[in-house]
């Protein structure tokens, strides 16, 4: 299996980089995993013009910056793993730009003609956070399930390390996270 994770994080070693990597570390003995870390391409904000509707069989944005590299890894992928700190119960500054401009892999949403280029990948959402997941990771996650209908994947489900403080501090809980989604994408 090919699995493409996307690092939001502004930090390569934070928290959320921290446990995706243990996530990283489990199952590249087995599958093949590429990272993306957001940070380190550069992603322009959807300018809403609809251009990418008029192509359905490629990712027709008129901007021609990283997302389409990083369209083109995940479109030959078997899973996409994206992982975000929490930053004001959303998704961070840095990924959201990407997370828009999947709108050109997709077209058709509600109706019968809904068609998406990531159709039947999996994918699986991890969060770091220092508060609870309780009343805190609500927006978050429904963002993620919309999205993952929206885009046809299939969702295994949103892994969430609550109480975050320093990458240092992240022990056997992180650990056991980074399992779970690890049985989750690859099962
Ligand atoms: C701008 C900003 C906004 C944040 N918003 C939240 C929040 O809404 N809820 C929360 O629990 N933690 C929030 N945090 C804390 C981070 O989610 C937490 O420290 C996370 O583990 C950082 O991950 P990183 O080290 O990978 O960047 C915020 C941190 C920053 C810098």
């Known amino acids: 299996m090919k699995i493409i994770t996307i690092l939001g994080s ?27 870390n957001i940070n380190q391409y550069k992603v322009g904000g959807c300018i809403g013009c609809y ?24 479109i030959l992928a078997d899973a996409i793993v ?6 004001c119960w959303s ?12 709108f050109c892999l997709i ?6 003609e809904h068609t998406s280029l990531l159709d039947g990948k ?14 805190n990771c609500d927006a978050i996650k429904g963002i993620f399930n919309g ?5 046809k994947i299939l969702t295994k489900g949103s892994f969430i390390l609550p109480f975050c403080t320093t990458p240092d501090a992240i022990g056997d809980e992180g650990i056991e996270l980074a399992e779970k989604l690890a049985k989750a994408i690859t099962e």
Request: net charge positive; glycine share 10%.
């Open 107 to 112: 077209s058709g949403y509600g109706t019968s």
């Open 91 to 102: 998704f961070t500054s840095q990924i959201k730009p990407l997370i828009d401009r999947h």
């Open 122 to 135: 999996r994918t699986a959402l991890l969060v770091t956070c220092a508060g609870p997941i309780e009343g």
């Open 10 to 36: 502004p930090k390569k070693k934070g928290n959320t980089g921290k446990v995706l990597s243990i996530f990283e570390d489990r199952v590249g003995k087995k599958h093949e995993i590429e990272r993306i």
């Open 82 to 87: 994206y992982a975000s700190p929490l930053y």
């Open 51 to 74: 251009k990418c509707q008029e192509k359905l069989d490629e990712p027709g944005c008129v901007q021609k910056d990283d997302a389409l590299i990083i369209f083109e890894k995940m």
């Open 147 to 151: 999205f993952a209908d929206y885009g």
